[in-house]
């Protein structure tokens, strides 16, 4: 094996902090959850999380493919798309958008 190729498969195993954060997620909200891997340029990659209560969480990761090793990694997630069922699973609550319409 090359060394780009071990250099490619160290940054798509999610670090254990985040793999606890995204199980301890699915636990507290219904046993499972969608999961959006979002790429943000050099900044990495955002893990939204919908739980099937329909909390919203996320995880920042180093790369997609991280993100995509995270989603097959914990129990109960699965990878989605903003499709219409994943933003209908959306539960925003008004406290949730005060904070979010809040000026930086």
């Known amino acids: 094996m090359s060394a780009p190729d071990k250099d490619t498969e160290q940054s798509a195993a999610p670090a254990p902090k985040v793999v606890a954060t995204a199980k ?3 636990a ?5 959850a969608r999961a959006v891997v979002e790429g943000i340029g050099r900044m990495g990659a955002r893990v939204v999380l919908v ?3 329909g ?6 990761v180093p790369d997609v493919a991280t993100g995509e090793a995270l989603v097959e990694k914990v129990d109960g997630l699965t990878g989605s ?5 994943t933003t209908a699973a959306l539960k925003i609550g008004a406290a949730h958008r005060r904070r979010m ?3 930086l």
């Open 81 to 85: 798309d903003w499709d219409a069922d």
């Open 28 to 32: 507290d909200h219904g046993g499972a």
């Open 101 to 103: 319409a809040k000026p």
């Open 51 to 53: 739980g099937e209560d």
């Open 55 to 60: 909390q919203l969480g996320d995880v920042m």
């Open 24 to 26: 301890a997620f699915v």
